[in-house]
């Protein structure tokens, strides 16, 4: 799928495969301070029920997600973009891509994990209907944090 962004720009989401991991985790690595490792992204792509979408601009990675669905239950387990391209609605048609999952899926709730220190994630999620549920204590290292679970309801799928 392609979209225009500011400025004119096309950014075509897909879905993230084997090929995509090098520079996936390149760009992990510049931009969380507990980056996931290697594997976790080949789990990703091959695991049942687990999947991921990147986002390209003149063919070159510049943003991901990651998402796994556990019947009812979708969570958003990653998301990304350079910096570069922020503020640009890139995480969000990404997001587009995970809700459309999560809809195929007929599940219930998306869930995320969110450093609280992490303000415009939490920002970006609160714009996109995502409420707190609670607060899991030191869930984060490098460094130790907490983490804010979040939540967003799907009312018309299931009888929540
Ligand atoms: C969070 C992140 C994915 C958002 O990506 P993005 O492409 O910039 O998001 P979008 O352009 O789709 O959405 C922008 C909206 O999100 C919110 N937002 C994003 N960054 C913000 C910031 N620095 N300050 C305040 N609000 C912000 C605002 O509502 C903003 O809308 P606005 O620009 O009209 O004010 C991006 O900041 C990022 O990659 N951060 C580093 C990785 C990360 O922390 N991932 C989340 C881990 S839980």
């Given at each position: 799928m392609s979209s225009k962004i500011e400025n004119n720009e096309t950014i075509v989401i897909r879905e993230m495969k084997i090929s995509d991991i090098d520079r996936i985790f390149e760009l992990e690595m510049e931009i969380f301070s507990d980056p996931w490792g290697r594997d976790a992204f080949v789990e990703q792509i091959e695991g049942e029920n687990w999947g991921g979408f990147v986002a390209e601009s003149q063919s070159e990675i510049i943003g991901y997600a990651c998402y796994y669905i556990a019947y009812v239950e979708a969570h958003l387990t990653n998301i990304a973009v350079v910096e570069k391209f922020r503020r640009k609605s890139v995480a969000k048609l990404l997001l587009d891509n995970i809700l459309q999952i999560v809809e195929k899926f007929q599940c219930e709730y998306l869930l995320l994990e969110v450093r609280p220190s992490n303000v415009s994630a939490i920002s970006f999620y609160e714009r996109h209907d995502f409420k707190l549920l609670y607060r899991r204590p030191n869930?984060?290292?490098?460094?130790v944090e907490d983490a804010l679970v979040m939540v967003r309801y799907f009312e018309n799928n299931g009888d929540m």
């Open positions: 869930y984060y290292h490098s460094p």
